[in-house]
């Protein structure tokens, strides 16, 4: 179960830093949908999180994205297997220590993140929270 929420919880923070939220935030064109719209539920997702959960996760993106560019970098520098899964460890537990630190459950956080890559209107308030 640990393996399985450290997994999700890297999967996310690679996808869910700063620059992904501006990338994504400013992708689709004016009059566009763009594939995150066409795949968001009907109702917001930002209904099912309060407030200071949504503020803690926009609160940790910038750490756990200093964290995945620090490993990601090490992890490629490398050419030994071991070493690299041991430096995916080492990140796994930082970032976890760092959701954990902020107040927020790593399973919510995982709920969010989810929520957020599906969610566009959640996105965008999250991307608000972080500027």
């Known amino acids: 179960m640990r393996k399985q929420i450290t997994t999700?919880?890297?999967a996310a923070s690679m996808g869910f830093g700063a620059t992904a939220f501006a990338q994504q935030a400013g992708s689709a064109a004016p009059g566009q949908n763009s594939p995150a719209a066409s795949t968001a539920p009907v109702e917001s997702s930002a209904m099912n999180f309060k407030n200071s959960d949504l503020e803690k996760f926009a609160g940790?993106?910038?750490p756990l994205d200093d964290?995945?560019?620090?490993?990601?970098?090490r992890v490629q520098s490398?050419?030994?297997p071991e070493k690299?899964?041991?430096l995916q460890?080492?990140?796994s537990e930082k970032m976890m220590e760092v959701v954990k630190g902020s107040g927020l459950e790593v399973e919510t956080y995982n709920q969010i993140a989810m929520a957020v890559q599906s969610d566009p209107q959640l996105q965008a308030k999250v991307q608000s929270m972080m500027n």
């Open 89 to 91: 460890q080492e990140a």
């Open 84 to 86: 690299a899964a041991q």
């Open 67 to 73: 964290i995945r560019s620090e490993y990601s970098q």
């Open 78 to 80: 490398t050419q030994e």
């Open 8 to 10: 999700v919880l890297i």
């Open 60 to 62: 940790v993106q910038k």
